[in-house]
């Protein structure tokens, strides 16, 4: 992947709001991705994902992708070169960047509204503030009535809405989503796709979001990073329905697929 390859990126969110944050410029410098081990899992990665940047990774299994994630939030150091945040050094994990899995990591013991407050818990925001912080975010993914609620109650497009709102509580200034959707039926996953668009509207967020699903990668994406051949490519359309027949976006998910 090549630093070159930055297009002037579209922000992922149109309008902003007085809440919104700066999304962070995140880089990777002649970056060797690996293990602790030394295993390396990829050549050298050059990356920047500017500010405000929806970015979609998509590749063949254990080709990186998730250690890609893992790197950039500081829960791996690479094996060479430097990965870093507004320019200066990554060392390790950071508030200002949030992780999203795929299975959503829910403490079951807490409700969901502990489960929304809990970064912002560990970080010792007063009581109230992180209470009104967890029902805000609950009201904006639709879970207002559910917030006295244990997980298990839950359905999995719902604990995957309290794992975002919990991701985003916190105004992150990136947000690192390791296939957060995979898991759901179509329907659901067409859902959570237009939420997640619609609540990154205004916050100002940088999203590297790592999918096996090609169509799901052109309709999120700005740019789509094809991992295995290290080509970054421009969306025509991004988060546009109505584009997946669009000849520009046609070509582009037949040079998607070619490369895994």
Sequence with gaps: MSATSTASARSTAGATDDTNTTGAELALHGVRLGHPDGSAVSGPVGLRIAPGELLTVVGPSGCGKT???????????????????????????????????????????????????????????????????????????????????????????????????????????????????????????????????????????????????VDEALHLGDRVALFASGEVLDVPHPRARDALRAPATVALRRRVLASL
Excluded: C, K, Y
């Design 67 to 213: 250690t890609l994630l893992r790197t950039l939030a500081g829960l791996l150091p690479p094996l060479e070169g430097r990965v870093t945040q507004d320019g200066e050094a990554v060392r390790g994990p950071g508030a200002d960047r949030a992780l999203v899995f795929q299975h959503d990591a829910l403490l079951p013991w807490r409700t969901v509204r502990a489960n929304v407050e809990l970064p912002l818990a560990i970080r010792r925001v007063p009581r109230a503030e992180r209470r009104r912080a967890a029902e805000e975010w609950l009201e904006r993914v639709g879970l207002a009535e559910h917030a006295a609620r244990l997980p298990h109650r839950l359905s999995g497009g719902q604990r995957q809405r309290v794992q975002l709102a919990r991701a985003l509580a916190g105004r992150p200034r990136a947000v690192l989503m390791d296939e957060p959707f995979g898991a759901l039926d179509a329907h659901t996953r067409a859902g959570m796709q237009d939420l997640l668009v619609e609540i990154l509207r205004g916050t100002g967020a940088t999203v590297v979001f790592v999918t096996h699903d």
